[in-house]
């Protein structure tokens, strides 16, 4: 098997965790909720892991998403990445000459301009809830629809009814309202999916110019009624990866490989190591930061949150 490399996307709905072998071939990728509690998930999926590849060497790791400072510091990460990055590095292995990166996650969205396989402009919404993974699941829940099955609805549509799409709470509004009024669920949804689509469009998307090869990557690119909403709103295709849902931790994977020195990860024994995270308020000044630290086995591991170079 050689080395591998391991990745990790600590996001606030999911924590995805993909192994490659040094040539980037996925091995074995790990989705989970994260639930609030991220250690214990990166835990539960390195555990995993080693299950089922009892034998592995892993020659480096990374870490990206919300809570990648705080999974770098548990598994000792030789590489520490934004979402932008890391993103951007995947979809231009999945797809040579990539040059617009659409991604709505669980509770954000952003787009990536690329060029040469570089990002060269990005932006990101995570206002407004409106179009991201969690609020279509709570809609699906709502009705009764398994979140699987939920973009197929939009596809048996014949017409769709226009939703107000602009802010969660509208837009479910406006749903009940056209259910009362004896609209089918099929065109209900597809109204959903085409209106959370131009809220994207129109805000996360804003002034930007969308260029052939476009990749549709997070967890929401599994909905084939968002897919098709774009393609009818942007006149494009729109490609969905094979692994569109993990491809965070499949990007700061790939960078950990590239970054070729002897790897800081600290073994899959932190499966079973105990780490608890405290806080504290510095008032040595009036800015009174929060202070974190993180400790494994109550020794002390890291600490950060102040503005100044007091506790680092």
């Not at 292995?93 to 040469?116: A, F, H, N, W, Y």
């Not at 993990?246 to 950990?256: E, S």
Request: hydrophobic share 40%; with cysteine; charged share 20%.
């Amino acid at each position: 098997m050689g080395k591998c490399f391991l990745g990790i996307d600590v996001g606030s709905v999911s924590t995805n965790l993909v192994l490659i072998n040094s040539s980037g071939k996925i091995l074995n990728k790990i989705y989970e909720r994260t639930q609030g509690k991220p250690i214990r998930v990166i835990k539960k999926g390195l555990g995993l892991i080693k299950d089922k590849f009892p034998e592995v060497e892993i020659g480096g790791v990374g870490t990206t998403g919300s809570g990648r400072k705080l999974a770098g510091v548990v598994v000792g990460a030789d590489v520490v990445k934004n979402e932008i990055t890391t993103h951007s590095v995947a979809a231009a292995r999945m797809k040579p000459g990539v040059r617009t990166v659409l991604e709505i996650g669980g509770q954000d969205s952003k787009i990536i301009i690329l060029k040469d396989g570089v990002a060269v402009d990005f932006a990101m919404n995570s206002v407004c809830a409106a179009g991201t993974g969690s609020f279509l699941e709570q809609q699906a829940a709502r009705l009764g629809i398994p979140i699987e099955k939920f973009g197929m609805y939009a596809l048996q549509a014949q017409t769709s009814v226009r939703i107000a799409g602009r802010c969660s709470v509208f837009a479910e509004s406006d749903m009940i309202h056209k259910q009362q009024m004896g609209h089918d669920m099929p065109e209900i949804i597809a109204g959903l999916c085409e209106a959370l689509v131009r809220n994207y469009l129109n805000n996360v998307a804003k002034g930007k110019e969308i260029n052939s090869p476009v990749i549709f990557q997070g967890g929401v690119a599994a909905n084939v009624g968002i897919k098709k909403a774009f393609e009818e709103e942007l006149e494009k295709e729109v490609l969905v990866p094979e692994h569109h849902d993990v491809m965070g931790a499949l990007g700061v994977a790939l960078l950990a490989a590239e970054k070729g020195t002897e790897s800081n990860f600290h073994g899959f024994e932190i499966a079973n190591s105990n780490y608890d995270t405290r806080s504290f308020a510095c008032e040595e000044c009036p800015n009174c930061c929060e202070i974190i630290n993180i400790h494994c086995n109550e020794n002390l591991m890291a600490r950060w949150g102040g503005k100044c170079s007091r506790w680092e």
